[in-house]
Nanobody, 114 residues
């Protein structure tokens, strides 16, 4: 059993869109603020978007206006809609609580070509 399972990544061209999904246990997604994180090659993992239990959202400056985080507690799923993708968005994307728990999922690879 995996606590967090990310999906939806792929190889896309710049300017296109992807929607990432995160399947989480009900006990997690219904009780905590959730975040999307990414780790680019040679870089540390960074928090890019957060959705609180109440629906408020926040984003790192580099993705504001392009990414939208959302959560569907009834489906135990969180999403990251990624529009106008740029090569610098290339990374492995992870979901977790915010602040994160110690255990991470496998992540999903997003590769944006120019």
């Amino acid at each position: 059993q995996e606590q967090l399972v990310e999906s939806g990544g792929g190889l896309v061209q710049a300017g296109t869109s992807l929607r990432l999904s995160c399947a989480a246990s009900r006990s997690i997604i219904s009780a905590y603020a959730m975040g999307w994180y990414r780790q680019a090659p040679g870089k540390q993992r960074e928090l890019v978007a957060v959705a609180s239990r109440g629906g408020s959202t926040s984003y790192v400056d580099s993705v504001k206006g392009r990414f939208t985080i959302s959560r569907d507690n009834a489906k135990n799923t969180m999403y990251l809609q990624m529009n106008s993708l740029k090569p610098e968005d290339t990374a492995v994307y992870y979901c977790n609580t915010s602040p994160p728990k110690d255990t991470w999922g496998r992540g999903t690879q997003v590769t944006v070509s120019s």
